[in-house]
RNA sequence: CGGGGUGUAGUAUACCGGUAGUACGCACGAUUCGGGUUCGUGUAGACCGGGUUCGAUUCCCGGCACCCCGACCA
């Protein structure tokens, strides 16, 4: 699209009130605005970012089986009684308010209940299992303190996938096969380098759940990473008799971690309350095997931000920028370089590449600190000088290498 | 939820118990045109409520909002 189109401009400074680097350069470049404490609005730059991060955790869950939904915000208290989390005691960052009409509602915080329940209408028969209902759907939870720009936020788009096997040794093959995908996620959003599966506190059916944790500063999470089997295990679990446990020696480092995603054997914490059974092939009823699978796509969006980004700006992988090519006109005035610019974004449009045109009547400085803090991952530059080449300057974001590509190589150039 | 801090144009900031200043932005004009050019003109502001005072943006009290540290995070 059309730089002078696009629907924010970039600031040089940060609000004051932003401290997480996150935070500062994602309202610099124009991507979120912050509607209040721990509630962000994502504008267009960023709800591309969103989407790409949301397209590619999409593909991954299509891929392993996952069926997509949407299940509602709005709570009925019913599920959450049956479980006993509807109590504050239990929980204590419900949003709730009373209907007109009577009664109260929540604001979902996490979906097994709701879900749960419903499934009691899809599976009556062993041969209705497994199935593996996932969407992406917004969460709200009452934090008492959101912190650190999008890491930690109120209000949230969260992917959740729940699996309904069997039983442990079906559940077992697929959480595998979850852990598997995901760290494929990581890879592809660039964060893959720095993302280590680890082992966390798990619950009443199994003795770990495991979490994703991104090697960031910015990090809330405490972690102890094993290199030599790229594996971690959180602080909150970190014994001697753990590391024993896992066969993973002695030799850890500490790191502060972001946790972008968890993956949780459920068991029938939920299924046995909720009634949720079907008929095995003995005639008999059992309790349906659960586990829940969870990444926070905005999160994963401001780790990137956090582990990417340079003193320049922002640095966005391939897969999740919000446009392949930045299209920079240095027009000077001339009119032939308009024209050829002009004439480039329709060609490059014609091709299906994603491309934002700096159209702007703006300095060609202006134009490339906009161009570095907005982080598109190929700039291409059209000049008097590079017009009389007939060609543009392609520069790669991530390392700042230029190369001159001919007019007629450069959609080549750009699909590869 | 405990502790600490901050609220001044759209943004970042300054000064002050007595006319609220600067920079960026924005508008207009000129200049310039491959690294946020230069100059002129203009635009726009004290979180809310109460108290003290002749007079409060400034001092005091309360509220609200926001930030940080900690706790919490099925």
Sequence with gaps: MRQSQLFTKTRKSAPKDEVAKNAQLLIRGGFIHKEMAGVYDFLPL??????????????????IGGVELNLS??????????????????VDSWFKTNLRAGGEVGLGF???????????????SYKDLPSYPYQFQTKFRNEERAKSGLMRTREFLMKDLYSFSKEETEHAAFYEKASEAYMKIWKRVGLGDKTFKTFASGGSFSKFSHEFQTVCDAGEDTIYINQEHKIAINKEVFTDEVKKELGLGNDFTEAKAVEVGNIFTLGTRFSEPLGLTYKDDDGKDKSVFMGSYGIGPARVMATIVEVLSDNKGIVWPKEVAPFAAHLVAITGG???VAAEADRMYELLRE??????????????????ADAELIGIPTRLVISEKTLSQGGLEVS?????????????????HLKN
């Excluded at 960023?46 to 891929?63: D, P």
């Excluded at 915000?73 to 239990?90: I, S, V």
């Excluded at 790669?396 to 001159?404: D, K, L, P, Q």
């Design 396 to 412: 790669e974001r991530s390392s700042g290498n230029a190369t001159f590509v001919s007019d007629s190589g450069i959609v080549e």
């Design 73 to 90: 915000a709005l709570q009925n208290p019913d599920a959450w009684q049956k479980t006993g989390r509807w109590d504050e005691k239990a």
């Design 110 to 124: 996490t979906h097994e209940e709701p879900l749960t329940a419903l499934m009691c209408e899809q599976i009556s």
């Design 46 to 63: 960023g709800y591309r970012v969103l989407e790409n991060i949301v397209r590619v955790i999409r593909e991954e869950m299509n891929a």
């Design 351 to 368: 091709h299906g590449i994603e491309v934002l045109y700096d159209d702007r009547d703006v300095r060609a400085g202006e134009k490339f």
């Design 334 to 336: 001339n009119q032939d």
